[in-house]
T-cell receptor, first 109, second 116 residues
């Protein structure tokens, strides 16, 4: 299994839809997990952290399933501005964060 | 809002030339990183730096690469003899605590390196 694996997409959804992305990780010792957002040709920015079973922030919910070693990101009521690539990020070293390849979301009017 | 700044935004160089990419991390941050992203590919870890020394590096960060914090504000990445495959966007990042604690790395806008 790769360190961090994501479905590349793209996910094309209409405005208002609910969409979910999954990410699997290989390091069972990882304790914390993160979702970053990256707009086209821009820098990544932290979206959410997941430390235990889950985290919710407005329209965004992140969940962790340690037994199956995956985390998910749910976006409710999608907006056009949610169009971006969503990066799953897992600590894999003493200081390093390993980024997944990302899942591209395109929200359409 | 404090931000990480990087220069140059774009550099074009000939294969075999030395390149220095510069970064000014957020002033109260203690951990510094370089990542790179080849066009269309994922963000890859290169190196982390803490307390004036490298704390971790990836297999990409070979002898051609070096980092330095020459003064209290700048953090540089040097590539000694560039190769075609070094063409990528190089992101500098900084954090208050170790990245794996909070996951909150603040990235600069990147320096695009094109090697011809």
């Amino acid at each position: 299994r790769k360190e961090v694996e994501q479905d590349p997409g793209p996910f094309n959804v209409p405005e208002g839809a609910t969409v979910a992305f999954n990410c699997t990780y290989s390091n069972s010792a990882s304790q914390s997990f993160f979702w970053y957002r990256q707009d086209c040709r821009k820098e990544p920015k932290l979206l959410m952290s997941v430390y235990s079973s889950g985290n919710e922030d407005g329209r965004f919910t992140a969940q962790l399933n340690r037994a199956s070693q995956y985390i998910s990101l749910l976006i409710r009521d999608s907006k056009l501005s949610d169009s971006a690539t969503y990066l799953c990020v897992v600590p894999t070293g003493r200081r390093a964060l390993t980024f997944g390849s990302g899942t591209r979301l395109q929200v359409q009017p | 809002e404090p931000e990480v700044t990087q220069t140059p935004s774009h550099q074009v160089t000939q294969m075999g030339q030395e390149v220095i990419l510069r970064c000014v991390p957020i002033s109260n941050h203690l951990y510094f990183y370089w990542y790179r992203q080849i066009l269309g590919q994922k963000v890859e870890f290169l190196v982390s730096f803490y307390n004036n020394e490298i704390s971790e590096k990836s297999e990409i960060f070979d002898d051609q690469f070096s980092v330095e914090r020459p003064d209290g504000s700048n953090f540089t990445l040097k590539i000694r003899s560039t190769k075609l495959e070094d063409s990528a966007m190089y992101f500098c990042a900084s954090s208050v605590t170790a990245g794996y604690d909070t996951g909150e790395l603040f990235f600069g806008e990147g320096s695009r390196l094109t090697v011809l």
